[in-house]
């Protein structure tokens, strides 16, 4: 590892060295734009360098704040030509040669005059600006940014100044997130950006648009600046908008391996249809968290343990959902997506999603729990096959009533199913080897839900008072559930005799939530720098969950003998209000909205066994918001009723050695909640400074108090109300891009995040707060020389120290090492050589388990046919064949070790065939997979 390191430091210095030594040789143009009409400077005007002779775009800048540019690394001895665009602004041009003995041309102020005639201004097509600045939109030329003719639109973006892709494939621009992709401003598959970042080929789009998120502003109109995530636009070249595109691919390795898959889009003017399916055995996922968090299985216990990976992959409460590098799974999907253009400018979406997942999971957890003076020792082998359909049924209507009025509308169906069969073996020992007890548990698990959601939004400013506004935005959820536990137990007690116990159950347990929202929002503006803000949001909630155990009848084995003191139902209803008031002042770059929220809870509580509890609750809060140019902070407090589940008095014993009780007494939690926030993109020189801090400070909240019992092992846990527990969580990161002659790009971003968090312990008689600090630091480059070399390394380090005021727990702490290395080769024209290694190192883990992981994958494809449309790749994962999956946690004054069974090392030989028919029809002359 040291070798390669100092391999990496070699090559990071020679870019630098070499770009050092080209500005050497080269030369720059510098001025300052000036608004001629208006007096002032003209800022995010676009400043590109093209050659006078064959007009090929060299480079380009933007203008900063005051008006100023530089544009360095311009060749000298060789007639070039700048052009200045700003929107509504007649173009700038003037051609120059930079030379030996003058290397630097100042231009001096340049007097922008204003166009006469908007429509009439005509840019020449090979002088298209590369990035247009509006008010609320930033536009990119993609002609402007050469790709393979191969690339997807994710390698697009990743040239794009200011746009960010992540190993994940996260997409952020000017380091704000881009939830959603459209194509020619209609819904593309839903709201994943990966669908269309990761499947729509580049050479298709002629523009590149990043607007904010209209929906996020709907729902919540005085969010910050620096809050509000970003939307894509792409805009199709003209003649894709009468064609099909599309790829199909399919694979075939060792060890049972395989993938295939495929999708194809076909647009005819306002009319798009959008085909996908996939299915693979690769821990390849084919949903998001989203989706997962919405098919409901999960929320009657709580999400209480969230899991994401690197890589995309996600596992909720230990169950894995594809691409966790956890378990062997296979899954399989298929989709489709249409949009339509309706009479009286109404966009009409209709989408299906279907997804199944096969997954098996065997895993050991090797967990130690810190007492006075002893350690509990537990050990876990678990070994799950679970299976999964999902479908997803959804759409979406847009109509702008008018220029002033908008009403969306977005229903939604899914319906989830799944089984899994679970065998566990436990085995609890104290620090002295001294056994405990041994556990056998085998379950079968039968989930159905059924969730029918949707959203509805109206927006309507004034035309006659400028800044009045009116916003309405509700959501409705109705979920059903039925979650079907078969468990069969046998248990062995050592202490302070031998004695063993048996179960035999069924544990029923049926959902059933209801839920309307609504938000209104209304501004009215009293002079040019204040404003007032009403906003009312009215909730009406209705859940129920019931419990019913049964115990298996001796004679027929069938479940029908009923356990009272195991059965029960909670039924909550109630009504949530809250009225928020605030006043907005700005003057020049300053916001303040000082407000004071009014908050009413009207709960009823009511049990089958228990007297109804009804909870009324009335508060008073304050809050603020203030932004200052790229500085945002936020005040708030929220209320937060307890889950029901935590509310039911049934106890859940289908692990007899890890029992759960529910507490009906439990109080909303009230949190007091400061957020900083810190956002600077200097276009000047490319670089993106972000920073974020947040604290809360809870009361009364939910706090799992648990008892031990030292002689038996057994642990009980039972959520409880609890004052002094607060957390508080930062990040800071600084990203920049180098470009050289448009064909070299460097790319260097470091980042550091940390999180303290403050948490009561309660265990048996013992009570005393525990504190964990994480520090994670992180920095990565990426070079990129003409699409013929590709490099991008990572590396990151993180600790965690979890300390505890009560001398009785023992402080616990590790420390990690990770790194993700990357390289692409194109050599020669038809070949793309390809390898990636990630290792990582922990310090501290179980015996027997090995501290540092390498993993490496490799792989070759070779381009043929018209427009290396065809491609086959012969890929090897694992090369090294050394992949494991093991890390630790820690929580409390317990510390956890997960070793899982992953993929190994196999081959895969995948072809893959782009289709690409543009301007012709479908079964006439041209046909859609056209050679």
Same mark, same amino acid.
């Given at each position: 590892?040291?070798?390669?390191?100092?391999?990496?430091?070699?090559?990071?210095?020679?870019?630098?060295?070499?770009?050092?030594?080209?500005?050497?040789?080269?030369?720059?143009?510098?001025?300052?734009?000036?608004?001629?009409?208006?007096?002032?400077?003209?800022?995010?005007?676009?400043?590109?360098?093209?050659?006078?002779?064959?007009?090929?775009?060299?480079?380009?800048?933007?203008?900063?704040?005051?008006?100023?540019?530089?544009?360095?690394?311009?060749?000298?001895?060789?007639?070039?030509?700048?052009?200045?665009?700003?929107?509504?602004?007649?173009?700038?041009?003037?051609?120059?040669?930079?030379?030996?003995?003058?290397?630097?041309?100042?231009?001096?102020?340049?007097?922008?005059?204003?166009?006469?005639?908007?429509?009439?201004?005509?840019?020449?097509?090979?002088?298209?600006?590369?990035?247009?600045?509006?008010?609320?939109?930033?536009?990119?030329?993609?002609?402007?940014?050469?790709?393979?003719?191969?690339?997807?639109?994710?390698?697009?973006?990743?040239?794009?100044?200011?746009?960010?892709?992540?190993?994940?494939?996260?997409?952020?621009?000017?380091?704000?997130?881009?939830?959603?992709?459209?194509?020619?401003?209609?819904?593309?598959?839903?709201?994943?950006?990966?669908?269309?970042?990761?499947?729509?080929?580049?050479?298709?789009?002629?523009?590149?648009?990043?607007?904010?998120?209209?929906?996020?502003?709907?729902?919540?109109?005085?969010?910050?600046?620096?809050?509000?995530?970003?939307?894509?636009?792409?805009?199709?070249?003209?003649?894709?908008?009468?064609?099909?595109?599309?790829?199909?691919?399919?694979?075939?390795?060792?060890?049972?391996?395989?993938?295939?898959?495929?999708?194809?889009?076909?647009?005819?003017?306002?009319?798009?249809?959008?085909?996908?399916?996939?299915?693979?055995?690769?821990?390849?996922?084919?949903?998001?968290?989203?989706?997962?968090?919405?098919?409901?299985?999960?929320?009657?216990?709580?999400?209480?343990?969230?899991?994401?990976?690197?890589?995309?992959?996600?596992?909720?409460?230990?169950?894995?959902?594809?691409?966790?590098?956890?378990?062997?799974?296979?899954?399989?999907?298929?989709?489709?997506?249409?949009?339509?253009?309706?009479?009286?400018?109404?966009?009409?979406?209709?989408?299906?999603?279907?997804?199944?997942?096969?997954?098996?999971?065997?895993?050991?957890?090797?967990?130690?729990?810190?007492?006075?003076?002893?350690?509990?020792?537990?050990?876990?082998?678990?070994?799950?096959?679970?299976?999964?359909?999902?479908?997803?049924?959804?759409?979406?209507?847009?109509?702008?009533?008018?220029?002033?009025?908008?009403?969306?509308?977005?229903?939604?169906?899914?319906?989830?199913?799944?089984?899994?069969?679970?065998?566990?073996?436990?085995?609890?020992?104290?620090?002295?080897?001294?056994?405990?007890?041994? %556990?056998?548990? =085998? *379950?079968?698990?039968? $989930?159905?839900?059924?969730?029918? !959601?949707? /959203?509805? @939004? &109206?927006?309507?400013?004034?035309?006659?008072?400028?800044?009045?506004?009116?916003?309405?935005?509700?959501?409705?959820?109705?979920?059903?559930?039925?979650?079907?536990?078969?468990?069969?137990?046998?248990?062995?007690?050592?202490?302070?005799?031998?004695?063993? %116990?048996?179960? =035999? *159950?069924?544990?029923? $347990?049926?959902?059933?939530?209801? !839920?309307? /929202?609504? @938000? &209104?929002?209304?501004?009215?503006?009293?002079?040019?720098?204040?404003?007032?803000?009403?906003?009312?949001?009215?909730?009406?909630?209705?859940?129920?969950?019931?419990?019913?155990?049964?115990?298996?009848?001796?004679?027929?084995?069938?479940?029908?003998?009923?356990?009272?003191?195991?059965?029960?139902?909670?039924?909550?209803?109630?009504?949530?209000?809250?009225?928020? @008031?605030?006043?907005?002042?700005?003057?020049?770059?300053?916001?303040?909205?000082?407000?004071?929220?009014?908050?009413?809870?009207?709960?009823?509580?009511?049990?089958?066994?228990?007297?109804?509890?009804?909870?009324?609750?009335?508060?008073?809060?304050?809050?603020?918001?203030?932004?200052?140019?790229?500085?945002?902070?936020?005040?708030?407090?929220?209320?937060?009723?307890? @889950?029901?589940?935590?509310?039911?008095?049934?106890?859940?014993?289908?692990?007899?050695?890890?029992?759960?009780?529910?507490?009906?007494?439990?109080?909303?939690?009230?949190?007091?909640?400061?957020?900083?926030?810190?956002?600077?993109?200097?276009?000047?020189?490319?670089?993106?400074?972000?920073?974020?801090?947040?604290?809360?400070?809870?009361?009364?909240?939910?706090?799992?108090?648990?008892?031990?019992?030292?002689?038996?092992?057994?642990?009980?846990?039972?959520?409880?109300?609890?004052?002094?527990?607060?957390?508080?969580?930062?990040?800071?990161?600084?990203?920049?891009?180098?470009?050289?002659?448009?064909?070299?790009?460097?790319?260097?971003?470091?980042?550091?995040?940390?999180?303290?968090?403050?948490?009561?312990?309660?265990?048996?008689?013992?009570?005393?707060?525990?504190?964990?600090?994480?520090?994670?630091?992180?920095?990565?480059?990426?070079?990129?020389?003409?699409?013929?070399?590709?490099?991008?390394?990572?590396?990151?380090?993180?600790?965690?120290?979890?300390?505890?005021?009560?001398?009785?727990?023992?402080?616990?702490?590790?420390?990690?090492?990770?790194?993700?290395?990357?390289?692409?080769?194109?050599?020669?024209?038809?070949?793309?050589?390809?390898?990636?290694?990630?290792?990582?190192?922990?310090?501290?883990?179980?015996?027997?388990?090995?501290?540092?992981?390498?993993?490496?994958?490799?792989?070759?494809?070779?381009?043929?046919?018209?427009?290396?449309?065809?491609?086959?790749?012969?890929?090897?994962?694992?090369?090294?064949?050394?992949?494991?999956?093991?890390?630790?946690?820690?929580?409390?004054?317990?510390?956890?070790?997960?070793?899982?069974?992953?993929?190994?090392?196999?081959?895969?030989?995948?072809?893959?065939?782009?289709?690409?028919?543009?301007?012709?029809?479908?079964?006439?002359?041209?046909?859609?997979?056209?050679?």
């Amino acid at each position: 590892m040291k070798s390669f390191y100092f391999v990496l430091a070699l090559l990071l210095f020679g870019v630098g060295s070499t770009s050092v030594f080209a500005q050497i040789r080269k030369g720059e143009v510098k001025g300052k734009l000036w608004d001629a009409t208006h007096k002032e400077v003209l800022s995010y005007a676009t400043i590109a360098v093209y050659t006078a002779q064959d007009t090929t775009l060299v480079t380009f800048r933007v203008s900063d704040e005051k008006g100023n540019f530089k544009v360095p690394g311009l060749a000298l001895d060789q007639p070039l030509r700048i052009v200045v665009t700003m929107t509504g602004f007649k173009v700038f041009r003037k051609e120059f040669v930079l030379t030996t003995s003058d290397p630097v041309r100042d231009l001096g102020q340049i007097d922008m005059t204003q166009a006469d005639n908007l429509l009439g201004e005509v840019v020449i097509e090979s002088e298209a600006p590369p990035i247009v600045v509006r008010k609320d939109t930033l536009e990119f030329n993609a002609n402007s940014f050469k790709t393979l003719p191969t690339a997807l639109l994710e390698d697009l973006l990743k040239k794009l100044p200011g746009v960010s892709v992540d190993g994940s494939g996260n997409i952020a621009v000017n380091g704000k997130a881009v939830n959603k992709i459209l194509v020619d401003g209609k819904e593309f598959f839903g709201n994943d950006p990966k669908v269309a970042s990761r499947n729509l080929p580049a050479d298709m789009i002629a523009k590149v648009q990043v607007v904010n998120d209209p929906d996020a502003l709907r729902k919540d109109p005085d969010m910050s600046v620096n809050e509000i995530p970003q939307v894509i636009n792409l805009k199709l070249k003209k003649g894709i908008k009468q064609g099909a595109f599309g790829k199909l691919y399919a694979g075939k390795g060792n060890n049972d391996r395989y993938e295939g898959g495929g999708i194809l889009n076909i647009f005819r003017d306002t009319t798009q249809v959008s085909l996908l399916g996939y299915s693979n055995n690769l821990n390849r996922p084919g949903f998001g968290f989203e989706d997962i968090s919405r098919i409901g299985g999960f929320n009657r216990s709580g999400m209480n343990m969230i899991m994401m990976r690197s890589d995309g992959g996600i596992a909720v409460n230990g169950i894995s959902f594809g691409a966790t590098e956890e378990g062997i799974q296979q899954s399989s999907g298929a989709g489709g997506n249409f949009n339509t253009l309706l009479k009286g400018g109404v966009k009409l979406n209709l989408q299906y999603f279907y997804g199944g997942i096969d997954a098996d999971l065997n895993q050991i957890v090797n967990s130690a729990q810190s007492l006075d003076k002893d350690t509990i020792n537990t050990r876990r082998v678990w070994d799950q096959g679970r299976e999964s359909r999902n479908h997803k049924i959804g759409g979406r209507i847009d109509w702008k009533i008018d220029s002033v009025t908008n009403l969306s509308f977005s229903p939604s169906v899914t319906l989830a199913n799944s089984f899994a069969g679970i065998t566990s073996n436990i085995r609890t020992v104290q620090s002295a080897n001294e056994l405990l007890n041994r %556990s056998s548990n =085998d *379950q079968r698990v039968n $989930n159905g839900t059924n969730t029918f !959601s949707g /959203n509805l @939004s &109206f927006d309507r400013s004034s035309r006659r008072k400028k800044g009045r506004v009116f916003n309405f935005y509700g959501t409705y959820n109705f979920n059903n559930g039925d979650q079907e536990q078969y468990y069969q137990v046998f248990n062995e007690f050592y202490r302070p005799q031998f004695y063993t %116990s048996e179960l =035999d *159950q069924l544990r029923d $347990n049926e959902v059933a939530n209801k !839920s309307v /929202n609504t @938000s &209104f929002s209304y501004t009215e503006p009293f002079s040019k720098s204040l404003s007032a803000v009403f906003r009312y949001n009215a909730e009406y909630f209705q859940d129920n969950n019931q419990i019913a155990t049964y115990n298996a009848a001796t004679e027929s084995g069938q479940y029908t003998q009923l356990v009272p003191g195991l059965s029960d139902e909670v039924e909550r209803e109630g009504m949530r209000h809250y009225l928020t @008031s605030s006043m907005k002042w700005k003057v020049k770059d300053l916001t303040l909205q000082p407000g004071v929220r009014l908050t009413l809870l009207d709960i009823n509580n009511t049990f089958q066994k228990v007297q109804p509890i009804q909870q009324n609750y009335f508060y008073v809060f304050p809050s603020l918001n203030v932004n200052w140019k790229q500085f945002s902070m936020s005040y708030n407090v929220n209320v937060r009723e307890p @889950s029901v589940a935590d509310l039911q008095p049934v106890t859940d014993q289908s692990n007899p050695l890890f029992i759960q009780q529910g507490n009906p007494s439990l109080s909303p939690t009230i949190s007091n909640s400061v957020n900083l926030n810190f956002r600077h993109t200097d276009a000047k020189r490319s670089v993106t400074y972000w920073a974020y801090l947040s604290g809360s400070i809870s009361q009364d909240a939910v706090t799992r108090a648990r008892t031990l019992d030292r002689t038996t092992g057994v642990q009980t846990t039972r959520p409880v109300n609890t004052d002094g527990n607060w957390d508080l969580n930062g990040n800071a990161s600084v990203n920049r891009d180098f470009k050289f002659d448009g064909k070299k790009q460097f790319s260097l971003g470091m980042s550091m995040f940390f999180s303290y968090v403050r948490t009561l312990i309660l265990l048996n008689n013992l009570r005393g707060y525990g504190q964990t600090l994480n520090v994670n630091p992180r920095l990565e480059a990426r070079v990129n020389l003409n699409d013929k070399f590709e490099f991008n390394e990572s590396f990151s380090i993180g600790t965690r120290n979890s300390r505890y005021e009560n001398g009785l727990f023992q402080n616990l702490s590790y420390f990690t090492r990770s790194s993700r290395t990357g390289l692409v080769l194109r050599v020669p024209k038809k070949l793309v050589w390809e390898a990636t290694f990630d290792y990582s190192y922990n310090s501290n883990v179980a015996p027997g388990i090995r501290k540092d992981v390498g993993r490496l994958n490799a792989g070759v494809t070779f381009l043929f046919m018209k427009n290396d449309r065809a491609q086959l790749k012969l890929s090897v994962f694992d090369l090294l064949d050394q992949n494991i999956s093991t890390y630790r946690t820690i929580r409390e004054n317990l510390i956890e070790d997960y070793q899982t069974v992953v993929l190994r090392r196999y081959g895969l030989l995948t072809f893959t065939y782009n289709i690409r028919n543009f301007g012709g029809k479908v079964g006439g002359t041209n046909s859609i997979i056209r050679f």
